[in-house]
């Protein structure tokens, strides 16, 4: 299982804390925004990882992570030249994935979880994960029956068929390169991981997770300050925990 952290971009709804930097680099309380995924990749089990990164800041992504053995990994980098949506990611990583199956995590998605059974259980297609949220129209949005199988899977929409959003962690088998591939870029003019999503969803090959642990899309103020002030909290209830 190979991992892609994908932190390209240009990350204007921060503007101006984004202007001289990338927003993966932005501090979340005592560590680099891109510590967190790098952490979750590593924790399920996944060492040999590419980075995607925007060309601004390369080098500042370089002299912060250098090859990885610092976390007992290996960093590979490829430069995104332009944001063309999150499906494009494996398109640039295609020579990185090989034959290999493929993890990627979004660089300003923040999990507190242990995802290592989830992966070392995965035996092909496609797993994603789903989360209840108040603002399921900034997101991708299940929609599912009464058994709660999935049906559909909706990028962004106006009027969500509910409240469950995809968040950004997903694993897929060797073949979401060549889906990838040809893709056709949506009415957005993205390469869509939605719609990369939904072919596996229609061959029924998609396994759809109920995820009830902390998730944070970092990509907002709003939600920026809210992972920092959890992640606050959680380190000094760690440093009472050592106390005692």
């Known amino acids: ?4 952290i994908l932190a390209g971009g240009r990350a204007t709804r921060l503007r101006p804390l984004t202007k001289i930097t990338s927003k993966q680099l932005l501090p979340v ?3 680099p ?3 967190y995924p790098i952490d979750t990749l590593i924790k399920a089990g996944i060492t040999d990882i590419l980075i995607i990164i925007a060309p601004d800041y390369a ?3 370089l002299n912060l992570l250098g090859s990885g053995v610092e976390f007992g990994a290996r960093f590979t980098y490829e430069i995104q030249e332009e944001p063309k949506g999150l499906a494009d990611a494996f398109r640039i990583g295609k020579n990185f994935i090989g034959n ?3 993890t990627m995590i979004l660089g300003d998605n923040i999990f507190d979880e242990d995802f290592s059974k989830k992966v070392s259980s995965f035996k092909g ?3 994603v994960y789903a989360k209840q949220v108040t603002d399921p129209e900034r997101f991708g949005v299940v929609e599912f029956d009464q058994n709660m199988t999935a049906l559909s899977i909706e990028e962004k929409p106006k009027i969500p068929k509910s409240n469950y959003a995809v968040v950004g962690l997903y ?3 060797n073949r979401v390169v060549k889906y990838a591939e040809n893709l056709q870029p949506s009415a957005r003019g993205e390469i869509e991981i939605t719609d990369l999503n939904n072919i596996y969803l229609k061959n029924g090959e998609l396994t759809v997770n109920i995820f009830k642990g902390l998730w944070e899309d970092a990509g907002t103020f709003d939600s920026l ?3 920092q002030n959890i992640m606050a909290q959680k380190h000094q209830e760690s440093l009472k925990e050592l106390q005692k």
């Open 1 to 4: 299982m190979k991992g892609i």
């Open 29 to 31: 309380y005592n560590k």
């Open 33 to 35: 925004m891109i510590y």
């Open 59 to 61: 080098g500042q992504f």
């Open 100 to 102: 290999d199956d493929v």
């Open 125 to 127: 297609g496609a797993t």
């Open 171 to 173: 694993t897929y088998d």
């Open 225 to 227: 300050l809210r992972v």
